[in-house]
């Protein structure tokens, strides 16, 4: 969720900092008695249940304070009527009622403004009673903007029916809210005749001590939904605490940019046959929180007339194009109401509460935890965990979970439950939508081969004058077109982005590069789009939008295209379609984007707003944007200015939704060009460079198709944009363009506020930059240069231009890595000559301003002092480390050398994401630092205990929002060994850790880590980006110790071009924005800062420490001091310094650094560093840190760098706290792990010496991470297996918190009779893990959840047997666990590289996505697996006893273990009957491995 | 897409074109270098690792677009190729044969770190490129060029000279170039032996110059009157005159019987070979005991010819040590195939004489001293150490100095103090209008491919300064 301000432009004095970044996660949940009657022991069950959630949620520095968290009740008219009675407020037969928060020192205003709001609806405001409220139960902070309370009771005439005074009071509500916006206390926290809620910003525990109404027996609800928060920041807001008047959300709608302006274009036609909105606009709040724009959404649907069922699917549909289990009608349902609104998207668990229903539900993903049971007594029991809801075993009936999308609904008016087929049946009764919609759509089929490419070819002189007016060069044609036509993919690239920032740069840039991506880390997940690919979608339909609330026809009239990239037959299909060109709609219109320079920018782009607007009125539906039509004299507007300034403007018009945005460009071209386009507003993008020059390509023989027939590719190259726009869509957790259409979701460094506010209005831009007029300037020269011929130049300038933006040029784009800075730093670590570095720094500290930092001066501190009063060299050095770079990327030779360095220096190495040879524990060549990433390559309990900082890389500077890459040639013996992969099969971390899918998920890693190694530091790796001090500030409150602030220009071994070049901002703005946001939140002293990305010299160094850093990371250059020339190689594993390679031969031949070389390096920069300290006057970097007021901007060379303000990197303004650095050796958790200490000490001897033995022990859903401290302690002494024969087993009751077995080592057996919760086994290296249920349960064992998801993650061995269903995503990336379990969620068996998963039951969706290695059993009872499962990489097969005779025996091992573990009640009636079921069985294996060699693994194993 | 083996550089051994043996080259003055087939060129170019930082451009001093030709030409595009060449050097088929690459793209070449790993042959393939699509009939593309209507005179037929010219013609400029010699090339001709660049390379290229609309004035000796003919006549003058004055030594007096300037020497076997008839005729070293005193390319040039007219033999002497070598090491290497001896460390002081006749040198042994400002350290004499290295004629080879016309100041060019023209570091002006200046005799002798490089900038500048005057206002600047 995320805070947003209405004012986008509030940096002004006041830092980096928005309160727009805010996000939240949360615990969540509901309980339902059925037959909807009012119960007491509901609420207390809810009031326990928010306490047993504590640990989801986040407690101010103040130890008091929480983020928020409240109860929402059904109807408890008893309870409300005697509160009434006892204040002397008489009513009526028909009342509503609701908390009010006013200002406490002036509440009459508010109280009086909201009465007549409401008299003026018809109804009376009876009385505001007196809420009472003790503050003794809420924090400090809390208390600076407590609210006072008022309970309001609303009375409606006898006349009015039950859902016009619902209407009316939404009515009364909303023009209060608007009246009053300028008061801050004023909050309507419910206000409904059938539900009734209390929040606040109190911890769990405080709830019904703040709100004493809380603790009288006679409170008694048939429903209450409960939430707890956990804000990124501590300052959250008393109104934001969850449940909003409809609905509680866990996650983060990602697209909520897009989707409120959307609300906001829709706002002139939305009208419900039974309420009109248009008075009370917006109705969704464009500020606040996303929860509660979502609320207001949903609330403004069900008040228009649509039920909850309808509603919330209309939001959040499942991923229903692809999903061959939905029935043909309920995809109709979803097809017809995606044309008027667009998904929104991001990871959500609801609970909702309306006079019908009571439900919940997940997004299409299943990125929220929601387990639940049903009682006997008919109670239903949500909650992101099991286990807060105390009953008995033997009174669950049902049990499970909810997986992705899926919903389940209480009906009170029939007291059924609903289920989410159920729902889908209602839904799809609606309307005959099938039938509609087979007469309405018009798909416009795009495979059609388009052999051309372009039907009127340009001459190659007209070519080349469009390529260099748009800025297309050799470079570009050659490593970017070419590969997208040719391979069907993006380029591969490697190294970092190490050129300037388009603001920065002496050259003309592309506008698309002032943009850059966003991206999700931590508060909410990427998706993986190679993976999940079904829930990703690009179709995009065309037409004037319907209206949400008539079911019509007449709204299924749409044209339908499957992707927004367009080809040149497509589109004049299209501007000849009668459905969107006829004589109603009076042909299409052009928009031509060239003007005339002496009219000026800004004037143009202002003259298509109001022409647009013209056309739109007139019923234009089709507008195309158009640079293709070049007149002498003229320049054109940059295509992404006019669409984003047209997009905005005919939202505020209205108009937005009535028409559709063609663009037809020669600026777009790569994948982040579409992004842009269709990210601020197009609808369709036709490229006609991209193919002119492709065409021209292909003419001249110099492309070839590598996919498919030469004559495609056009189609090709479409391919491989698609490829790149979902990527980039699933970097920030989107999966549906439609919801990224206008989302904005990019951070702009480098444009002046004219040009924001013009073209992109409310998109985060905070040092200013170019204005319109240095852009035209820029576009001026292009096309000047760009004429055919010009007297007096030579003909050899018609050529394109070189480049230089990916790779040096001479004379192209500056370099940060260029030759001379290498040649000179290798030169001077070679011959250990402090006067070449000197020379090396020199080309680096005096160059022309290429990144943000050389805009700064440091100015003195005291008076120079002797060199002697500076901190020595040794206390510097702690200060530096390498930044993660894995074994496999590296060379073993190259990644042992920079250990050693930094081991020899006292300063640290950081392992990467790859594991480490045990060979290295405990020498000079062992990283103090192990990287825990999303691939969890190597990630053992020894891993982790040989290590002094355990770094979990969240994003990495060159990519975020990805996984690392490593090619399947780099993939070597040694490196499958230590990764637990296949030789010769490539690598590709996932985007998202399957573990952080929020913020309280990344608290749970860090406890875990903390837990397994308590003596390590836990350091975050963030990137920057607007927003990342609100993550850091969340990431301090979950417990991290150190956290690293990654520049855009982080190197890399592999990553797609695209990847490089446009995602994460510089260290600067993070840096600065993540010290001001700890600051301002009383963190920083609690946590240590770094930051990395491309550092060189050690005035760099000082530079981020005034900014306020403490220590400092170096990727590139120690590699570079290693011998590294920067040949951008590294993803071909030909790497000729033998640096980025595993190829023998290059190794031995080619690798010349040394350890003493990198020791040099760091040895220079700290002799450097001191003796700037010494003239500076700064005695040590503890004085420095955070001191802003010793950097000062100087003037700029350009008139570019001159407009931009940096003064926002440099505020105080705010900043609370006045430690500028971390004061505490490390940031411990509030939970003390009580239980997890205990049983240490009870094993403690036994693990000493090596005894084994039984322990018994009752646990809870807050006993996190049990056993991990236990196989620390067990990898401490003997390694991941040592003590295999002398087991410990764990004998525990009840339901376990989450990462039960978390990477449990050998010799620890764990056995939970009971249930546990997410994350059970992950990163398992050995030992066992059993979980069944009671004996006495009422529930069915192989239908009822009994773990959650996630479980086995990164697991690299060991078993786990469960009882029952497991859920999403159970066993990714396991690489060597064996595994029994009774039915599993989606994506089972992900990315899995080895082990043996027997799932005795049905799967989710998607089984076996990115699968290479090990192999699977599967029980198909239902015989429907075959559409359950990825078949990208994966066959099945029947394992017969003919054929399979190995698999059959196995199989039958399995199944037998399985009843040993468990009793499984199910696995005994398949042993019984085993040869009847085992033709039900599938053997699942990777595609690649032959079943000959899966026998070879059964033989070896047993 | 040819999916290119990324182990290609180490696979394939660096290979150059055939060479002849030595019995046979130094019987005659002809190119010992063979060309690539398109095969080997192709093969060769495929050895490039395409480095994100490609070192070889960096270095070479026109900044030639290598790694981007050496894949065109390993796809077979030898036009493309030529174009992309020919964009950044006018005289692409010349500095493929004479650059000391080994110093430059070569040198820098990431592949050139050791014995098993050398870099790609960069040279070999440029001169493959120009000899190959100028054979195939390519010719440089003269669409788009616009007239200006302006005239320029360029003074000497040098590399620099010829490069301005090309650049001058292509920018629309109408352009005469005088030389004093006959052919036009001066060093190119005159001073580099036929060996290392065949005579017949340079007139391909006065022919294809001439295609382009270059006019030459050749045997036109440009002397006070002349130049201010010049002047008066054309819109700009580029002077690009060389340094051909031989730096003296105490000790060594070229005009000594048996004692002759390199140039000298140089050049008045290249009219002999070009079969031009002057009044002095060639110096033949046949059966004598030569020694060259210098270490640069001339001096190798030097060994190289008298070799071939047949000295009985020839000895090489040079100051410092091998290491301290400022010329090529391919031709280091290549005049020691060819049986020319080195003796380094050795200072020469003097020349002896009997009976009138040289019969040697005298020198003394040399040591390294400490480096100097630039990092080079000087040689120091060891006293005591004289020695007399025998010889019946002596070669000297310590460089040259420029040799400024006196016309120079009287119209107002100012010098620095060694003789060498002072220009703009941009505008390549003088300090006299229109006049421009380049090559050696601004920078001082250097080599071929940097007065290649200065001609081509030079011709960037003037063409800019004429187009600027002749438009109405300042309209492009207001824009």
């Known amino acids: 969720m995320q805070d947003s301000s209405e004012n986008t432009t509030e940096h002004a004095g006041a830092g980096l900092y928005q309160s727009r970044f805010e996000h939240d996660a949360c615990g969540f949940g509901m309980f339902v008695q059925l037959d909807d009657q009012p119960q007491r022991r509901l609420v207390d069950a809810a009031l326990e249940a928010l306490n047993r959630l504590t640990h989801r949620g986040a407690i101010a520095p103040d130890g008091l304070t929480g983020d928020g968290c409240g109860i929402l009740l059904r109807k408890p008219k008893a309870y409300l009527r005697a509160l009434a009675l006892e204040s002397a407020i008489a009513l009526g037969e028909r009342f509503a009622s609701g908390l009010v928060f006013v200002d406490p020192n002036n509440p009459a205003p508010a109280l009086a403004a909201l009465t007549a709001c409401l008299h003026s609806e018809g109804l009376t405001a009876v009385d505001f009673r007196e809420v009472p409220t003790d503050h003794s139960a809420i924090g400090a902070q809390a208390k600076l903007s407590v609210p006072a309370v008022r309970q309001l009771y609303v009375s409606a005439p006898a006349s009015m029916l039950e859902e016009r005074f619902e209407r009316a009071l939404f009515i009364a509500r909303r023009k209060a809210e608007l009246a009053l916006a300028a008061d801050n206390y004023f909050y309507v926290v419910s206000l409904s005749q059938h539900s009734f809620g209390y929040k606040g910003m109190v911890m769990p525990s405080a709830l019904k001590l703040f709100f004493p109404d809380l603790q009288r027996p006679d409170l008694a609800a048939s429903a209450v939904l409960f939430h707890q928060r956990f804000s990124t920041n501590t300052l959250p807001q008393w109104r934001l605490a969850h449940p909003f008047r409809v609905l509680a959300h866990n996650g983060e709608i990602n697209s909520i940019e897009g989707n409120r302006s959307w609300m906001r274009a829709r706002g002139a036609i939305l009208q419900s046959p039974v309420l009109d909105f248009r008075a009370l606009q917006p109705v969704v709040s464009m500020h606040g929180s996303d929860s509660q724009s979502l609320d207001n959404m949903l609330e403004a649907l069900l008040l228009g007339g649509l039920d909850l069922l309808c509603a919330i699917r209309i939001l959040l549909p499942p991923a229903w194009r692809d999903d061959e289990t939905l029935s043909d009608d309920a995809r109709a349902f979803y097809e017809y109401f995606s044309l008027p609104m667009e998904p929104w998207d991001g990871p959500a668990g609801l609970v909702m509460l309306d006079q019908r229903f009571a439900a919940c539900c997940l997004d299409r993903n299943g990125l929220r935890p929601a387990r639940w049971l049903l009682t006997r007594d008919r109670v239903l029991a949500v909650a992101s965990e099991a286990g807060v809801f105390d009953v008995p075993a033997r009174d669950i009936i049902k049990k499970g979970r909810l997986g992705p999308s899926e919903m389940l609904a209480v009906d009170f008016r029939s007291g059924e439950l609903l289920n989410s087929l159920a729902i889908d049946s209602i839904n799809a009764a609606r309307a005959p939508f099938g039938k509609w919609l087979r007469e309405g759509v018009k798909n416009v089929i795009s495979d059609l081969v388009d052999p051309n490419l372009a039907a009127e070819p340009f001459p190659n002189q007209l070519l080349a004058q469009f390529q260099r007016t748009f800025g297309l060069t050799r470079e570009e044609r050659d490593s970017v077109l070419k590969v997208l036509a040719e391979a069907e993919v993006e380029a591969t690239g490697s190294m970092g982005d190490d050129t300037p920032m388009a603001v920065l740069s002496h050259k003309p840039r592309s506008l698309y590069d002032y943009f850059r991506q966003a991206f999700a880390q931590v508060t909410n997940p990427p998706i993986d789009s190679l993976r999940e690919h079904g829930v990703m979608s690009l179709v995009t339909p065309l037409g004037a939008e319907g209206n949400v609330f008539e079911l019509d026809a007449k709204h299924a009239r749409m044209v339908v295209l499957n992707s927004p990239i367009l080809s040149q037959r497509k589109l004049r299909q299209l501007v000849l379609m009668p459905e969107l060109v006829g004589p109603a709609q009076k042909g299409y219109g052009l928009l031509d984007l060239y003007y005339a320079p002496e009219l000026g920018l800004q004037a143009a782009i202002k003259n298509l707003c109001v022409q647009a607007e013209a056309l739109v009125q007139g019923g234009v539906v089709l507008l195309l944007l158009s640079d293709r039509y070049p007149k002498p004299g003229l320049l054109p507007v940059h295509a992404l200015m006019a669409t984003g300034a047209i997009h905005a403007h005919l939202i505020a018009a209205g108009l937005r939704c009535q028409c559709n945005l063609l663009v037809e460009t020669g600026s777009a071209r790569d994948s982040h060009h579409f992004a842009c386009l269709i990210g601020f507003g197009a609808t369709a993008v036709y490229p006609y460079l991209a193919y002119q020059t492709l065409y021209a390509l292909k003419a001249a023989h110099a492309i070839h198709a590598s996919v498919g027939d030469e004559r495609q590719l056009g189609r090709s190259y479409r391919r491989g944009i698609r490829k790149g726009l979902l990527k980039i869509i699933a970097k920030m957790g989107i999966s549906t363009i439609d919801s990224y259409r206008g989302a904005q979701l990019f951070e702009i460094v480098g444009l002046q506020t004219e040009v924001v506010n013009l073209c992109f209005p409310h998109t985060v831009s905070r040092v200013g930059g170019a204005d319109f007029a240095m852009l035209q300037a820029d576009q001026a020269k292009l096309s000047a240069e760009a004429l055919p011929s010009a007297p007096g130049v030579s003909n050899i300038n018609q050529q394109l231009d070189a480049g230089g933006l990916l790779k040096f040029v001479q004379g192209g784009e500056y370099h940060a890595y260029n030759p001379d800075v290498i040649n000179t730093l290798q030169e001077a670590v070679r011959s250990g000559d402090y006067a070449i570095y000197q020379r090396y720094a020199e080309h680096v500290d005096s160059r022309s301003p290429a990144m943000l930092r050389d805009l700064l001066a440091i100015k003195p501190m005291r008076a120079p002092i002797s060199i002697d009063e500076v901190e020595p060299e040794a206390m510097l050095l702690k200060r530096f480390d390498s930044a993660g770079m894995s074994l496999g990327a590296l060379s073993p030779e190259a990644h042992e050398a920079l250990a050693i360095a930094m081991n020899r220096l006292g300063a640290r190495s950081n392992s990467g994401e790859g594991g480490e040879d045990p060979a290295r524990y405990g020498t000079e060549k062992s990283s103090k630092i192990k990287q825990v990433a999303s691939g969890r390559f190597g990630v053992t309990a020894e891993y982790l205990i040989n290590a002094e900082v355990l770094q979990i890389k969240i994003a990495q500077g060159a990519k975020p929002g990805e996984g690392g890459q490593l090619p399947g040639h780099k993939v070597d013996a040694l490196i499958a060994r230590l990764r637990f992969a296949k030789p010769g099969i490539g690598l590709i971390s996932p985007p998202p850790h399957h573990d952080i899918y929020s913020i309280e998920d990344l608290a749970q890693l860090i406890f875990d880590l903390k837990e397994i190694n308590p003596a390590a530091l836990v350091s975050v790796k963030l990137v920057s980006h607007a927003g990342v001090g609100t993550i850091a500030a969340g990431v301090a409150k979950c417990y991290a110790d150190l956290i690293t602030i990654s520049g855009y220009d982080g190197g890399t071994g592999a990553s797609p071009l695209s990847s490089i070049k446009y995602a994460g901002t510089p260290w600067e703005l993070g840096l600065a924005e993540t010290q001001q946001t700890l600051r301002r939140n009383g963190l920083r002293g609690r946590v240590r800062v770094q930051t990395d990305g491309g550092l060189k010299t050690g005035l760099d160094v000082l530079k981020a420490a005034a900014l306020g850093a403490e220590s400092f990371g170096f990727g590139t250059a120690p590699m570079v001091a290693l011998g590294c020339k920067y040949l951008r190689i590294c993803h071909l594993n030909n790497c000729a310094t033998g640096i980025a390679t595993q190829h023998p031969q290059l190794r031995k031949q080619f690798f010349t650094g040394l350890p003493e070389m990198v020791e040099n390096y760091f040895r220079f920069i700290v002799r450097d560093v001191r003796e700037r300290m010494a003239a500076l006057g700064i005695r040590s970097i503890e004085e420095l840190v955070g001191r802003t007021d010793l950097l000062a901007q100087t003037a700029g060379q350009t008139p570019k760098q001159r407009g931009l303000d940096l003064s926002p990197l440099l505020s105080e303004a705010g900043l609370i706290e006045a430690s500028r650095s971390c004061v505490r050796p490390d940031n411990p958790p509030h939970d003390q792990a009580e239980l997890a200490k205990r049983m240490l000490a009870d094993t403690q001897l036994a693990i000493e010496q090596k005894l084994g033995g039984t322990f018994s022990y009752t646990v809870q859903n807050h006993n996190r991470s049990l056993g991990a401290r236990l196989s620390g302690a067990i990898a401490r002494k003997h390694g991941n297996y040592g003590m295999r024969d002398a087991p410990i087993t764990l004998k525990l009751r009840g339901s376990a918190g989450q990462s039960l077995g978390v990477w449990n080592a050998g010799g620890l057996h764990i056995e939970l009779e009971g249930e546990a919760n997410d994350y059970v086994g992950k990163g398992m290296a050995d030992g066992k893990i059993v979980v069944y249920p009671p004996a006495d349960a009422g529930f069915i064992a192989r239908d009822a959840a009994i773990i959650g998801n996630t479980c086995l993650y990164g697991a690299t061995g060991g078993e786990l047997y469960a009882a029952g269903l497991a859920g999403e995503r159970f066993a990714v990336r396991n690489s060597g666990a064996t595994a029994v379990v009774e039915g599993v969620g989606a994506h089972c068996c992900e990315y899995m590289t080895g082990g043996v998963v027997l799932v005795l039951g049905r799967t989710g969706l998607n089984f076996g996505a990115g699968f290479t290695g090990g192999f699977a059993y599967v029980l198909d009872v239902e015989r429907d697996f075959v559409d359950r499962y990825n078949h990208e990489l994966i066959d099945i097969t029947r394992v017969s006893p003919e054929s399979l005779e190995n698999h059959v025996q196995h199989l039958d091992r399995l199944i037998g273990a399985h009843i040993k573990a468990t009793g499984s009640a199910w696995a005994k009636t398949i042993a019984a009957d085993f040869r009847a079921y085992l033709p039900k069985f599938w053997l699942v294996k990777p595609n690649a491995a032959s079943l000959q060699s899966l026998i070879e693994t059964l033989k070896r194993a047993a | ?479």
């Open chain 2, 1 to 479: 897409m040819s999916q290119k083996d990324p182990f290609a550089f180490f696979k394939i051994p660096r290979k150059m074109p055939t060479i002849l043996p030595v019995t046979v080259r130094v019987l005659a003055h002809h190119e010992i270098y063979g060309s690539y087939d398109q095969e080997a060129a192709g093969e060769q170019s495929a050895r490039c690792l395409d480095c994100g930082n490609p070192y070889c451009e960096w270095k070479c001093p026109v900044h030639n677009r290598i790694p981007e030709w050496l894949k065109l030409v390993e796809e077979g595009k030898i036009f493309e190729a030529a174009d992309l060449s020919y964009s950044t050097n006018p005289l692409p088929e010349i500095c493929g044969r004479v650059c000391p690459q080994d110093r430059l793209c070569e040198g820098a070449c990431t592949l050139n770190i050791g014995p098993n790993m050398s870099a790609v042959s960069i040279g070999a393939v440029e001169k493959y490129i120009s000899d190959t699509a100028i054979a195939q009939g390519w010719r440089p593309n003269m669409a788009g060029v616009i007239k200006i209507g302006k005239r320029v005179a360029i003074v000497g037929a040098g590399p620099a000279g010829l490069s301005c010219a090309d650049g001058l013609i292509r920018g629309g400029a109408e352009v005469t170039v005088f030389d004093r010699q006959p052919e036009i090339g001066g060093l190119l001709t005159f001073g580099i032996p036929g060996f290392k660049l065949e005579k017949s390379v340079v007139q391909q290229r006065r022919s294809l110059l001439e295609e382009m609309g270059v006019r030459f004035q050749l045997g036109v000796e440009i002397d006070a009157g002349a130049f201010a003919a010049l002047y008066q006549e054309y819109d700009a003058v580029y002077l690009a005159l060389g340094t051909y004055t031989a730096k003296q030594q105490l000790g060594i007096d070229t005009a000594s019987a048996g004692v002759y300037p390199a140039l000298d020497y140089l050049v008045r076997n290249a009219y002999d070979l070009l079969a031009i008839k002057t009044a002095e005729p060639a110096i033949d070293l046949r059966g004598l005991r030569v020694v060259v005193l210098g270490g640069g390319d001339t001096a190798m040039d030097c060994n190289r010819t008298a070799v071939r007219q047949g000295a009985a033999k020839v000895t090489c002497a040079y100051r410092r040590d091998e290491q301290a070598m400022p010329g090529s090491r391919r031709e280091v290497a290549n005049a020691k195939e060819e049986g020319v001896q080195f003796q380094f460390n050795v200072q020469p002081m003097g020349l002896q004489y009997q009976d009138g006749k040289l019969v040697g040198v005298q020198v003394l042994e040399t040591r390294l001293g400490l480096p100097d400002q630039r990092g080079r350290r000087s040689a120091e004499v060891i006293p005591g150490s004289e020695r007399v290295i025998a010889a019946d004629a002596v070669l000297v080879a310590f460089g040259f100095d420029p040799s400024p016309p006196d016309w120079l100041a009287q119209h107002g060019i100012a010098l620095h103090s060694d003789g060498r023209v002072q220009v703009h570091s941009e505008r390549f002006s003088t300090s006299a209008v229109g006049i421009y200046a380049g090559g050696d005799m601004v920078r001082g002798s250097d080599l071929v491919v940097t007065a290649v490089f200065e001609g081509r900038e030079a011709a960037k500048a003037i063409l800019a300064e004429l187009t600027a005057a002749s438009k109405p206002s300042d309209i492009q600047q207001a824009a």
